[in-house]
């Protein structure tokens, strides 16, 4: 069990009718190297799952990609019956290749295959949520999502989906999304050093919707890391816990799904994020994505 208290920093936020920590935990590092294969430590990667809804965490992210298929299983040994405060997000819309690369996968036939994967190995009747994943490993691609997310919605009103998002996506996107069908998140990349969802954040917390940031250390200059480096330094923290806890501070909607497949760094992680950040801390780390 766990040695930290709750509740977990950041409090709640909920997705539809669905209450989630704004804490959370980002599945994809329990695969094999490259998010590929199984893990090297089996039982270590389940130890990590239990000890996150030990902690309290009771928001899961995933994809039936990671492995493929991997990652979605060792959450169904490590935690199936799942608690009814647990709810577990999962993305469509790419798979992999053999050589580890993520080809889309948003024609009505993959997207639906993906869902029954989804399902089946996470042991589920109904999927939580459901992002679909946009772009490519670069990033957002404009582009019209309609064939791909009515497939979605459809599937949402055989009820096999409760709620819907979009992941690695524009802003034009998300509002073609919700011109389709209600969403509850979107899920980009965004962090001190990338702040072009500035406006979309902030668009989406006066909605009630839900924005997930994955790489809170991803793209950092040198010049950008040092800087980061040097506030951690000043306040006794690692930047990763300097960065977490910016971005809870951003905007009451952001959501964190930080990964790690190691117990002592998830401890790590959650704690951190605890860290106080006085009003300066806050300028002097603003300036890193000026």
């Given amino acids: 069990m766990s040695t930290l208290l709750v509740p977990l920093p950041g409090g709640t936020w909920t997705l539809g009718d669905l209450t989630v920590t704004r ?17 090297a430590d089996r039982d270590g990667a389940l130890a990590v799952l239990r000890e996150a809804v030990d902690l309290g965490i009771t928001h899961i992210d995933t994809a039936d990609a990671y492995g493929p298929h991997i990652t979605n299983q060792l959450i169904r040994e490590a935690l ?42 996470l042991g589920l009747e109904t999927l939580d949520v459901v992002n679909l994943r946009l772009g490519d490993a670069q990033g957002p691609v404009p582009g019209s999502l309609a064939e791909a997310f009515e497939t979605l919605a459809e599937l949402q009103q055989r009820g096999l989906i409760r709620h819907l998002g979009v992941s ?45 940031p994955f790489f809170p250390l991803g793209g950092f200059t040198p010049l950008q890391s040092s ?64």
């Fill in 23 to 39: 804490f959370g935990y980002g599945a994809m590092q329990l695969a094999g190297p490259w998010v590929m294969g199984p893990p």
């Fill in 80 to 121: 199936h019956p799942y608690r009814d405060s647990l709810h577990i997000v999962t993305k469509v819309g790419a798979t992999r290749d053999q050589e580890g690369g993520w080809p889309p996968a948003r024609r009505p036939e993959d997207l639906t295959r993906a869902v029954r994967e989804n399902l089946e190995n």
């Fill in 168 to 212: 690695n996506a524009t802003a034009e996107q998300v509002a073609e999304a919700r011109s389709i069908a209600p969403i509850v998140c979107v899920q980009n990349m965004y962090n001190l050093a990338h702040r072009q969802d500035d406006g979309l954040i902030d668009e989406l917390a006066e909605q009630g919707i839900a924005y997930v």
């Fill in 227 to 290: 800087a980061l480096t040097a506030v951690a330094a000043r306040l006794d923290a690692t930047p990763m816990s300097v960065a977490l806890s910016w971005l809870l501070r951003r905007s009451p909607n952001i959501l964190l799904i930080p990964g790690t497949s190691s117990v002592a760094h998830l401890r790590e992680n959650v704690a951190g994020a605890e860290l106080p950040l006085s009003d300066e801390d806050l300028t002097e780390l603003d300036k890193i994505g000026g």
